[in-house]
Nanobody, 124 residues
Framework: QVQLVESGGGLVQAGGSLRPSCAAS????????MAWFRQAPGKERDFVAA????????DYADSVKGRFTISRDNAKNTMYLQMNSLKPEDTAVYYC?????????????????WGQGTQVTVSS
């Protein structure tokens, strides 16, 4: 079992930055692929970014490529999402997810563990 806790969301003006984090506990963090998803009101949960065990491989949704950076610190059992040049359309609840293995899935279905989410609101 893996427990995930997100933090670091908040309210920011368009063009600003935020860096939410996801703290993991319960199992060997470095054995898990980690990912960020987001869900806006009335919409489906969408893929944002994913990162491999070592952090050497990453994948991003087209909508955030060049603006967001996913990273992880296995010594601290923590994953991060550096979000720059934020837009109002980035407003959503951001969830971290984990799955055993090393394939970077964009679908939410393969991920076994989820955090409770952190709200990110970008004002225009």
């Amino acid at each position: 079992q893996v427990q995930l806790v997100e933090s670091g969301g908040g309210l920011v003006q368009a063009g600003g930055s935020l860096r939410p984090s996801c703290a993991a506990s319960g199992r060997t963090f470095s054995n898990y692929v980690m990912a960020w998803f987001r869900q806006a009101p009335g919409k489906e949960r969408d893929f944002v970014a994913a990162i491999s065990w070592s952090g050497g491989r990453t994948d991003y949704a087209d909508s955030v490529k060049g603006r967001f950076t996913i990273s992880r610190d296995n010594a601290k059992n923590t994953m991060y999402l550096q979000m720059n040049s934020l837009k109002p359309e980035d407003t959503a609840v951001y969830y971290c997810a984990a799955r055993l293995g090393n394939f970077l899935y964009r679908s939410s279905r393969p991920y076994d563990y989820w955090g409770q989410g952190t709200q990110v609101t970008v004002s225009s």
